[in-house]
């Protein structure tokens, strides 16, 4: 099966700047990465998707880059703000849809004022 | 839209007791839900899948017999541990595959502690 690492497991950045969190996914036919923000004691939710016949995805202050040669995607939020500190969940489907999803096992971002 | 519910939102009960968990999709129709287990400062680890008027499909190791799954219609799911013991206290979360979305919505979680 789909096996997902995701890297940090915690990062701390302050406001303003930019965080980075890579994920490696190991089933070259993955085709569907979404992320999902998660605050304490809250549900999942997806902030940003990409799919695998697209190498970039933008959406404001978030992006999502995938290499699927080398099997990673990564997560850049720009401008960081205190609101952003959460735990982020990346994860990759097989079926290229949001259905049978592995997740990856977190990061915790801490943006300081 | 695309807002599913989980009743209820925290339970505490008795070893050897069982615990009914409800999901809803309260504004569309799920053919598919899916109920992940998370443990603390850890990832969704998925439990099962469960699809509208037929079986649950169980992931290797949850024990199918213990955890209980019924979609019964197209916009509820219930999971139900039986027999509770202390290492089933988690945090239960179901989602919702929206029709033609192709995206899972989340319910808020369920906090069980077992005794």
């Known amino acids: 099966g789909e096996n997902v690492e995701q890297h940090p497991s915690t990062l701390s950045v302050q406001e303003g700047d930019s965080a980075v969190i890579k994920c490696t996914y190991s089933?070259?036919?993955?085709?569907?990465f979404p992320w999902y923000k998660q605050e304490l004691g809250k549900r999942p939710q997806l902030i940003i998707d990409?799919?695998?016949?697209?190498g970039e995805k933008k959406d404001q202050r978030i992006a999502v880059t995938l290499n699927k040669t080398a099997k990673h995607f990564s997560l850049h939020i720009t401008e960081t703000q205190p609101e952003d500190s959460a735990v982020y969940f990346c994860?990759?489907?097989?079926?290229?849809?949001?259905?049978?999803?592995?997740f990856g096992s977190g990061t915790q971002l801490t943006v300081l004022p | 839209g695309a807002v599913v519910s989980q009743h209820p939102s925290r339970v505490i009960c008795k070893s050897g007791t069982s615990v009914k968990i409800e999901c809803r999709s309260l504004d569309f129709q799920a053919t598919t839900m899916f109920w992940y287990r998370q443990f603390p400062k850890q990832s969704l680890m998925l439990m099962a899948t469960?699809?509208?008027?037929?079986?649950?499909?169980?992931e290797q190791g949850v024990e199918k017999d213990k955890f209980l799954i019924n979609h019964a219609s197209l916009t509820l799911s219930t999971l139900t541990v039986t027999s509770a013991h202390p290492e089933d206290s988690s945090f239960y979360i179901c989602s919702a595959d929206r029709r033609g979305t192709d995206t899972q919505y989340f319910g808020p979680g369920t906090r069980l502690t077992v005794l």
């Open positions: 089933d070259s036919a993955s085709n569907y």
């Open positions: 469960s699809n509208e008027g037929s079986k649950a499909t169980y």
């Open positions: 990409i799919r695998s016949n697209v």
């Open positions: 994860a990759a489907s097989l079926s290229g849809s949001a259905r049978q999803l592995t």
